[in-house]
């Protein structure tokens, strides 16, 4: 017989909250690869227990869960235990890793590993980060086959850029929009999502005014087309 010492009940219904987690890939193994980005360093180690939790559960196979710290961080803990598991991750710190080395290996040949060595390069250590840039931009240019270039660039879109300022991240993604149709692709896009976004927000200041006026919410939702609910969180927040 067990010996337990209660003291108060916690409910017995878990919230089933919708979770993000940065990229996951299933391995060749049939595991899946769980990557994640940080700038400082995760300290409890719960949030992605969570993640891996609900991948294991959704594709019934191991996790292996690599965070990848970019900026100056150079510590975080890498183990949980919660009484009934243990859990693992990998530490991997980007500016503890010889960028100027990484560059120099893709410079001498090309390989899978290298499309990772290329994207993460820019959070690495390197002399001069501009130069870098710039050194990146002519390794892409120099990948011969259009396809594994657009995987390149995604790859550098996707992990490239977190150690970067909007300066550099603006100069970069210019760069490879003219080396890759996917980059470009995906500028396009970005542009009409934020045509889009700004029609939007003209729209609602229109309807702001109208409110403001004493239109009625029928109104108001007919002349913008807007919904009759979206007016109505409108003119709520206006009261």
Same mark, same amino acid.
């Given at each position: 017989?067990?010996?337990?010492?209660?003291?108060?009940?916690? %409910?017995?219904?878990? %919230?089933?909250?919708?979770?993000?987690?940065?990229? +996951? @890939?299933?391995?060749?193994?049939?595991?899946?690869?769980?990557? /994640?980005?940080? #700038?400082? %360093?995760? =300290?409890?180690?719960?949030?992605?227990?969570?993640?891996?939790?609900?991948?294991?559960?959704?594709?019934?196979?191991?996790?292996?869960?690599?965070?990848?710290?970019?900026?100056?961080?150079?510590?975080? %803990?890498?183990?949980?235990?919660?009484?009934?598991?243990?859990?693992?991750?990998?530490?991997?710190?980007?500016? =503890?890793?010889?960028?100027?080395?990484?560059?120099?290996?893709? #410079?001498?040949? @090309?390989? +899978?590993?290298?499309?990772?060595?290329l994207a993460l390069?820019?959070?690495?250590?390197?002399?001069?980060?501009?130069?870098?840039?710039?050194?990146?931009?002519?390794?892409?240019?120099?990948?011969?086959?259009?396809?594994?270039?657009?995987?390149?660039?995604?790859?550098?879109?996707?992990?490239? /850029?977190?150690?970067?300022?909007?300066?550099?991240?603006? @100069?970069?993604?210019?760069?490879?929009?003219?080396?890759?149709? =996917?980059?470009? /692709?995906?500028?396009?896009?970005?542009?009409?999502?934020?045509?889009?976004?700004?029609?939007?927000?003209?729209?609602?200041?229109?309807?702001?005014?109208?409110?403001?006026?004493?239109?009625?919410?029928?109104?108001?939702?007919?002349?913008?087309?807007?919904?009759?609910?979206?007016?109505?969180k409108l003119r709520?927040?206006? +009261?």
């Amino acid at each position: 017989v067990f010996h337990v010492e209660l003291d108060a009940a916690l %409910p017995n219904e878990l %919230p089933a909250n919708t979770l993000r987690l940065d990229t +996951a @890939w299933r391995m060749t193994d049939g595991q899946i690869f769980h990557l /994640e980005f940080q #700038s400082a %360093p995760e =300290m409890s180690l719960y949030r992605f227990l969570e993640y891996d939790a609900r991948l294991a559960h959704a594709y019934k196979t191991s996790v292996r869960t690599v965070v990848l710290y970019h900026g100056d961080t150079r510590w975080a %803990p890498s183990r949980l235990h919660i009484g009934t598991a243990a859990y693992g991750v990998e530490n991997v710190y980007l500016s =503890m890793i010889d960028g100027e080395a990484a560059l120099d290996t893709v #410079s001498t040949h @090309w390989d +899978a590993q290298d499309r990772l060595r290329l994207a993460l390069a820019l959070n690495m250590q390197v002399n001069q980060r501009s130069t870098a840039l710039e050194r990146v931009v002519s390794l892409v240019v120099a990948v011969p086959d259009a396809e594994e270039r657009d995987l390149v660039v995604s790859a550098i879109l996707v992990l490239g /850029e977190a150690g970067l300022t909007e300066a550099q991240r603006t @100069w970069i993604r210019k760069e490879l929009r003219q080396v890759s149709k =996917m980059a470009e /692709e995906l500028y396009q896009e970005g542009r009409e999502e934020g045509r889009q976004e700004g029609k939007r927000d003209q729209t609602l200041a229109f309807a702001r005014k109208l409110l403001a006026l004493g239109e009625s919410v029928e109104k108001v939702a007919t002349l913008t087309e807007l919904s009759l609910d979206d007016v109505q969180k409108l003119r709520a927040t206006q +009261a």
